[in-house]
Antibody, heavy 120, light 110 residues
């Protein structure tokens, strides 16, 4: 069965960095685009970033562009989100999601989420 | 502020029908298909509708989706107390080259 397991969240000071991981199993990782979506406490969903199945194209929300970097390791079946220059407003639960649609995106599979808290 | 506009809340009695609207623009809903998600407290979102009106396997026929122009609608019939949740619409924005979600709608089954 499809499994997505995020890790790497925690408490970090403003301006510092953190790397999130999303371990994928139960499917052919290289066949699917992958996304990161976050949710601040008590708030709605916010799309963060996406990477195509072959890694050739990457996309970012304006709110994280230039600070966050998405990547994937096919040998480890793992998706990453490198987060730099973190701000208080980046505090959220971060979900990874598999993209099953080509027109253009839908997410039938999500991880359980990992909480990132940016605070001094 | 979300790119897609949803009503903050809707409510209806058990057994009744409710609709949730999602309004966008020519670069998002007007150009791309819409998905709908249900989120229960403390859990990850669950896909209810994809490509405007398709239901994944396992999603009851009580849930339906439609789209017209730059707006989309989620319909839920035969409301149950277990349907109380937050509902989100989502799509891609071709101008932003990024995903977008609505602000979410809290459904209360009275």
């Amino acid at each position: 069965q499809v499994q997505l397991v995020e890790s790497g969240g925690g408490v970090v000071q403003p301006g510092r960095s953190l790397r999130l991981s999303c371990a994928a199993s139960g499917f052919t990782f290289s066949n699917y685009g992958m996304h990161w979506v976050r949710q601040a406490p008590g708030k709605g969903l916010e799309w963060v970033s996406a990477i195509q199945s072959d890694g050739s194209k990457k996309y970012y929300a304006d709110s994280v562009k230039g600070r966050f970097s998405i990547s994937r390791d096919y040998s480890k079946n793992t998706l990453y989100l490198e987060m730099n220059s973190l701000r208080a407003e980046d505090t959220a639960v971060y979900y990874c999601a598999r993209d099953d649609c080509t027109s253009p995106s839908c997410f039938p599979y999500w991880g359980q989420g990992t909480l990132v808290t940016v605070s001094s | 502020q979300s790119v897609l506009t949803q009503p903050p809340s809707v409510s209806a009695a058990p057994g009744q029908k409710v609709t949730i609207s999602c309004s966008g623009s020519s670069s998002d809903i007007g150009s791309n298909s819409v998905s709908w998600y249900q989120q229960l407290p403390g859990t990850a979102p669950k896909l209810l509708i994809y490509e405007d009106d398709k239901r994944p396997s396992g999603i009851p026929g009580r849930f339906s989706g439609s789209k017209s122009g730059t707006s989309a609608t989620l319909g839920i019939t035969g409301l149950q107390t277990g349907d109380e949740a937050d509902y989100y619409c989502g799509t891609w924005d071709s101008s932003l080259s990024g995903g977008v979600f609505g602000g979410g709608t809290k459904l209360t089954v009275l």
